[in-house]
T-cell receptor
C-alpha cells in the first residue's frame, strides 16, 4: 500500500544545533514534495517545495533534500531556535490534484 | 488579505445532527480542499474542487458532502454526524498549478457526542 512515514516521536534538540527531520515514502513516484510547518491550533503553513530533478533546496536556515532512489526527503533547520518548535509535515504529489500528507514530526528546541 | 477563513472555529454536535462548515478564500484560487486531522493520522483528504461547480472525492469522503457554488467558497456538510467524525477540519486553497503550495485556514474543531 502507499505510505508516507515521518517519525512520530518528538525530536528534542538544543538551541543552536541542526535539526534533521525525515520523510520516507513507498509506492509513489512524486514529481515534487513540499514541507509545511504547523503550530498548535493553527493550519499548516508552506515552507519549501523540491522537485524530483532537484537534489537540494535552501531557504535561509532551512534545507531540504530529495532522494528519489531512497524515496526519502530530509528537512534540516540549522542554528535552531526555540521559535522553530512546531510540527513539520511533508506532503507529496501522489498523482491526484491534491497533496497527500505525512502525519508530521514534532520538533522541540530547548533554550 | 484574510487568506482562507473557516467558520465556525468550534462546534459540538450530538450524534445524528447535521451541520455545514464554511470555507472562504480571497486569493482567487481555483482549487479548494477539505482535510481532516486526527492524532497520529495526519491530514486526510475528504473532498476537493478544481473549480467553481466541480467537486471530487478524496481519501475519506464517506459521511460528507461538499458544494462549490461560488469560486471563493467551499462548503463541507455533515448530514448525520457520528462520533467518528470528531476531528479538526482544515480547508485549503491553491492556484491552478500542479505544484502550487496550499494555503490553509486555521481549522474547525468538531466534537460529536
Amino acid at each position: 500500500s502507499q505510505k508516507i512515514e515521518q517519525n512520530s516521536e518528538a525530536l528534542n534538540i538544543q538551541e543552536g544545533k541542526t535539526a534533521t527531520l525525515t520523510c520516507n515514502y513507498t509506492n509513489y513516484s512524486p514529481a515534487y514534495l513540499q514541507w509545511y510547518r504547523q503550530d498548535p491550533g493553527r493550519g499548516p503553513v508552506f515552507l519549501l517545495l523540491i522537485r524530483e530533478n532537484e537534489k537540494e533546496k535552501r531557504k535561509e536556515r532551512l534545507k531540504v533534500t530529495f532522494d528519489t532512489t531512497l524515496k526519502q526527503s530530509l528537512f534540516h533547520i540549522t542554528a535552531s531556535q526555540p521559535a522553530d518548535s512546531a510540527t513539520y509535515l511533508c506532503a507529496l504529489d501522489t498523482g491526484r490534484r491534491a497533496l497527500t500528507f505525512g502525519s508530521g514530526t514534532r520538533l522541540q528546541v530547548q533554550p | 488579505n484574510a487568506g482562507v477563513t473557516q467558520t465556525p472555529k468550534f462546534r459540538v454536535l450530538k450524534t445524528g445532527q447535521s451541520m455545514t462548515l464554511l470555507c472562504a478564500q480571497d486569493m482567487n484560487h481555483e482549487y479548494m480542499y477539505w482535510y481532516r486531522q486526527d492524532p497520529g493520522m495526519g491530514l486526510r483528504l475528504i473532498h476537493y474542487s478544481v473549480g467553481e461547480g466541480t467537486t471530487a472525492k478524496g481519501e475519506v469522503p464517506d459521511g460528507y458532502n461538499v458544494s462549490r457554488l461560488k469560486k471563493q467558497n467551499f462548503l463541507l456538510g455533515l448530514e448525520s454526524a457520528a462520533p467518528s467524525q470528531t476531528s479538526v477540519y482544515f480547508c485549503a486553497s491553491s492556484r491552478r498549478v500542479s505544484d502550487s503550495p496550499l494555503h490553509f485556514g486555521n481549522g474547525t474543531r468538531l466534537t460529536v457526542t
